[in-house]
C-alpha cells in the first residue's frame, strides 16, 4: 500500500518558540519517515513531486517560488545564475561585520547589498527565525549541513540534500536546475559550455600530453593538499579537456590527499594550480609565501614554477558555477594555447 506524503497535514505548524516545538523526537521521526519512503511507494499531494537527494525520496514543489539555500557558493550562486525564485542563503560574514557571498561579486556582480536576498547566518549557524520569516517553500541545504538543524529546517518546507561530492561539479548543477524548474537554462548554458570545450581541445591539439596538478595551501603554510578530482571549476575543466596528472597525483585513491615537503618532486607538472582569496590574509602574496614556507625549494624543485606555469587563482571566482566553468575555459586556453609544451597547435575555431 502506498503512503500519501501530505506535507501540510504531516506537520504541525510552528510555534512562536521554535526551540520548543524543534524538541519534539517524534515529529523528528516521522519527518524522517516522510522523507526516505523509497520512490515506488512515494505519492505526492497535488502541486508536489518527488525527487531523489541524498537521503532518498522527498516530495518537492513542482514549481518553487520562495528558495532559500543553506550554502552561497555551491548553492546560490547556480540558482541565481539560472534564474531560481531565490529569497536567503547562507553567506559569509566579513570582517567588519557586513554580510556578503563567496563568489558574488567576483562572478555574477551580486551580493546581499544589490539584490533581494536575504542573509540567513551561515551554513554552520543559520537563523531560523529568519528563515521562517521568508515563507520558503522549498529548502536546499547539503551534506555538510547538520543533521539536526536540517530535521528542524524541514518543519517549515521540504529540505532537499545535496551530495556535492557524489553528484560532482556538472552533476549538482544539473540536480539543482531539475530541482527548481530551471533545466532548460542549465542544458542551454551547459551545451555553450561543452562546445568550448571541444574547441579548445582542437586548438590545443594534444590535451591528453598536457599535464596538470591542482593544490591547495592555507596561508598558515602547514598542510600542502593535493587533488585528483574536484577543486571547482579548474579541476572540472582540466579534466573535461583530457588532462594527464602525475602519477603520484593520479594514482591517488581518495578525491584528495596531503603530500610531504620532501615528495613536492613527484608532483611536478605543465601547469600547476593554487587558490587564493580577496582577503588579508590569503593574498595571491601571502599564499606564494606560504608555499615556500612549506618547501623553501617549492619553486626551484617544480619545472612549472621555474617557467612560470605555477598559476595561483582567486578561488571564489572559480568555484561551482556556470560562469565560473566558463571563466575558467578562457584562463585555460590562455595558459596552454601556443605555448612550448604543445606539440601542436592548431588554430582555434
Not at 539560472?82 to 554580510?99: E, N
Not at 615537503?261 to 588579508?280: C, H, K, M
Amino acid at each position: 500500500m502506498t503512503e500519501k506524503n501530505n506535507f501540510h497535514t504531516k506537520l504541525k505548524p510552528l510555534g512562536k518558540k521554535l526551540k520548543n516545538i524543534f524538541s519534539f523526537t517524534t515529529l523528528c521521526l516521522a519527518l524522517s519517515m516522510v522523507f526516505t519512503t523509497p520512490s515506488n511507494a512515494l505519492e505526492c499531494e497535488t502541486g508536489l513531486r518527488a525527487f531523489t537527494h541524498a537521503d532518498g525520496d522527498i516530495c518537492i514543489p513542482n514549481s518553487p517560488q520562495r528558495i532559500v539555500t543553506l550554502n552561497d557558493q555551491l548553492l546560490a550562486l547556480p540558482l541565481i545564475e539560472l534564474g531560481a525564485p531565490l529569497v536567503g542563503t547562507a553567506g559569509r560574514i566579513a570582517s567588519d561585520g557586513s554580510f556578503y557571498m563567496r563568489g558574488g561579486m567576483d562572478t555574477l556582480g551580486v551580493d546581499f547589498s544589490n539584490s533581494k536576498i536575504e542573509f540567513v547566518g551561515k551554513f554552520n549557524a543559520l537563523d531560523l527565525e529568519l528563515i521562517v520569516g521568508l515563507k520558503p517553500d522549498l529548502i536546499i541545504g547539503g551534506t555538510y549541513n547538520d543533521e539536526a538543524v536540517l530535521d528542524q529546517l524541514s518543519q517549515i518546507a521540504p529540505v532537499v540534500k545535496i551530495d556535492n561530492t557524489g553528484l560532482g561539479l556538472i552533476g549538482t548543477l544539473k540536480a539543482l536546475a531539475d530541482i527548481t524548474g530551471t533545466s532548460e537554462n542549465f542544458e542551454a548554458r551547459y551545451a555553450n559550455y561543452v562546445s568550448k570545450i571541444e574547441r579548445l581541445k582542437n586548438a590545443i591539439g594534444n590535451p591528453e600530453d598536457i599535464s596538470v596538478t591542482l593544490t591547495f595551501m592555507f596561508p598558515a603554510g602547514e598542510d600542502l593538499w593535493v587533488y585528483r578530482e574536484g577543486l571547482g571549476a579548474i579541476g572540472q575543466v582540466t579534466k573535461d579537456l583530457g588532462f594527464k596528472q602525475p602519477d603520484a597525483v593520479a594514482s591517488l585513491t581518495e578525491r584528495q590527499a596531503k603530500f610531504s615537503a620532501e615528495t613536492i618532486e613527484s608532483l611536478d607538472a605543465d601547469l600547476v594550480f593554487g587558490f587564493y582569496r580577496q582577503s588579508p590574509d590569503a593574498t595571491a602574496k601571502a599564499v606564494f609565501a606560504a608555499y615556500e614556507k612549506f618547501n623553501p625549494a617549492w619553486c626551484a624543485a617544480l619545472k612549472a614554477c621555474q617557467q612560470g606555469q605555477f598559476i595561483l587563482l582567486p578561488s571564489p571566482t572559480f568555484g561551482s558555477s556556470l560562469t565560473s566553468l566558463e571563466l575558467a575555459v578562457e584562463l585555460v586556453e590562455t595558459h596552454t594555447v601556443g605555448r612550448s609544451f604543445n606539440k601542436q597547435i592548431q588554430e582555434y575555431k
